[in-house]
């Protein structure tokens, strides 16, 4: 079935965050006088939950997770969010998209706020017919209730018609569990793209040119 509904992941696929996000993750171990230096272990905090990355990482409590992502977004909504970059080539690809005709959102575990800003610092907002993230408010947080959300707003019917675009094990299983196809981009955060394919990535691309270019062939 060809596809009419392109869903993107954010961090890693459409937006390289790493400088942002790894700083922030320092200066919210900073409160606890603790250091990282391998970068490796601070890029693992891109794309899942935080809170469940201070878990996996540092053993923390629900409940110092939780404050430790709140030190996060201390620094991360006014310095971090905007020390990033769009991907090359994203731009072209999504206005290319959008003049095929296809309908394009963002799902992403990043606050929804902090999507729509950075997509509007980049100005390729006007792109996607919707901006969807974690909404903490409404216990939205997980990639999979981020994208029952999102399809749900979108009102897909059919979960075949819809894919995901995202760089990691993460966006490939939540897709997954969600009923529908992911592809996969490695210049993004998965080391591992095995584990990608393993969670159901069904094609994985160099860019966002291929990515555009295999979806318009259908």
């Given at each position: 079935?060809?596809?009419?509904?392109?869903?993107?992941?954010l961090?890693?696929t459409?937006?390289n965050?790493e400088?942002?996000?790894?700083?922030s993750?320092?200066?919210?171990?900073?409160?606890?006088?603790?250091?990282?230096?391998?970068?490796?272990?601070?890029?693992?905090?891109?794309?899942?939950?935080?809170?469940?990355?201070?878990?996996?990482e540092?053993?923390?409590?629900l409940?110092?997770?939780?404050?430790a992502?709140l030190?996060?977004?201390?620094?991360?909504?006014?310095v971090g969010?905007?020390?990033?970059?769009?991907?090359?080539?994203?731009?072209?690809?999504?206005?290319d998209?959008?003049?095929?005709?296809f309908?394009?959102?963002?799902?992403?575990?990043?606050?929804?706020?902090?999507?729509?800003?950075i997509?509007g610092?980049?100005?390729?907002?006007?792109?996607?017919d919707?901006?969807?993230g974690?909404?903490?408010e409404?216990?939205?947080?997980t990639?999979?209730?981020?994208?029952?959300?999102?399809?749900?707003?979108?009102?897909?019917?059919?979960?075949?018609?819809?894919v995901?675009?995202g760089?990691?094990?993460?966006?490939?299983q939540?897709?997954?569990?969600?009923?529908i196809?992911?592809?996969g981009?490695?210049?993004g955060?998965e080391?591992?793209?095995?584990q990608?394919?393993?969670?159901?990535?069904?094609?994985?691309f160099?860019?966002?040119a291929?990515?555009?270019?295999?979806?318009?062939e259908?």
């Amino acid at each position: 079935m060809r596809k009419k509904t392109i869903l993107f992941d954010l961090d890693g696929t459409l937006v390289n965050s790493e400088e942002g996000i790894t700083k922030s993750v320092r200066y919210s171990l900073g409160k606890y006088q603790m250091e990282e230096n391998d970068q490796n272990v601070l890029r693992r905090f891109i794309g899942p939950p935080l809170e469940e990355s201070f878990q996996r990482e540092y053993g923390f409590s629900l409940e110092k997770a939780r404050e430790a992502t709140l030190y996060f977004r201390e620094r991360y909504q006014d310095v971090g969010l905007y020390e990033s970059e769009l991907y090359p080539g994203v731009a072209d690809a999504l206005a290319d998209l959008k003049e095929a005709g296809f309908r394009l959102g963002v799902a992403s575990s990043k606050q929804e706020k902090f999507c729509e800003r950075i997509l509007g610092h980049f100005g390729v907002s006007q792109y996607f017919d919707l901006i969807g993230g974690a909404r903490r408010e409404e216990n939205i947080s997980t990639k999979i209730e981020v994208l029952e959300d999102v399809l749900a707003r979108f009102g897909v019917a059919d979960r075949g018609e819809a894919v995901l675009v995202g760089d990691t094990r993460y966006d490939a299983q939540g897709a997954k569990e969600a009923g529908i196809a992911c592809i996969g981009v490695t210049y993004g955060f998965e080391q591992d793209f095995a584990q990608m394919e393993r969670a159901g990535a069904v094609g994985m691309f160099g860019s966002m040119a291929e990515v555009a270019r295999y979806l318009k062939e259908g």
